[in-house]
């Protein structure tokens, strides 16, 4: 839901600095690889050290700096299916690191139940950019659905720095649950329209 109408916003977010590191002499996918890094360390040594608030702010700038690989490749005229593949698949190993991370800190402190909610999250979630990745190399459309990538982040991230600050951990692990839920739903959403899209075809 949010991801489709973010664009604008980061355009004007990162035009200046994707246009100042262009100069540089920086590449996009320079940024795209060293932004999985700095996520995917950040997810799995702070959030399973308990330091929830702390992850989340951390994991909060480099996401919204997400954008930045692709308004720099626009700028230097470099992107190329390579980079959008590069970029889509480092996007859910940083994700699976997010909700890892999340998992782990529940686990360790005991959650047995926020542990399986987060497993559940974890799981879901990767199924959802799958549905619409196969039903696009059929040629059908499947990008409906209530639990987009920028929607799942938000939720997780907002419930680990909520918990980080002294709510109780029930906090988190019902977040997960509600994302694993929606993700699920997400997957129904974007199966049925390519039912749709195969019934119109006489398929």
């Known amino acids: 839901m949010l991801g489709a109408n973010s664009k604008?916003?980061?355009?004007r977010l990162f035009g200046r600095p994707a246009a100042w590191l262009v100069k540089r002499g920086v590449r996009a996918n320079t940024v795209t690889v060293v932004g999985a890094i700095v996520q995917c360390l950040a997810a799995l040594t702070l959030f399973p050290l308990g330091c929830l608030w702390q992850g989340a702010l951390v994991?909060?700038?480099?996401?919204?700096?997400?954008?930045?690989?692709?308004?720099?490749a626009r700028l230097a005229g470099t992107a190329s299916k390579w980079g959008a593949f590069l970029d889509?698949?480092?996007?859910r190993l940083a994700d699976a690191a997010v909700f890892a991370g999340l998992t782990i800190h529940l686990a360790l402190e005991g959650h047995?139940?926020?542990a399986v909610a987060g497993v559940a999250a974890l799981a879901a979630g990767a199924i959802v950019p799958y549905t619409r990745a196969r039903a696009e190399s059929l040629g059908y459309q499947a990008s409906v659905g209530i639990a987009e990538r920028a929607d799942r982040l938000i939720v997780a991230?907002?419930?680990a720095l909520v918990t980080g600050l002294g709510a109780t951990?029930?906090?988190l692990a019902a977040a997960l649950g509600l994302l694993a839920a929606a993700s699920l739903a997400t997957v129904g959403q974007r199966m049925a329209a390519v039912a749709r899209q195969a019934r119109a075809e006489g398929r």
């Not at 994991?59 to 720099?72: E, H, I, P, Q």
């Open 8 to 11: 604008p916003l980061q355009a």
């Open 59 to 72: 994991l909060g700038v480099v996401a919204t700096a997400d954008a930045l690989d692709g308004t720099m």
């Open 88 to 91: 889509s698949t480092l996007d």
């Open 112 to 114: 047995t139940l926020g």
């Open 157 to 159: 991230l907002v419930a």
């Open 169 to 171: 951990w029930v906090v």
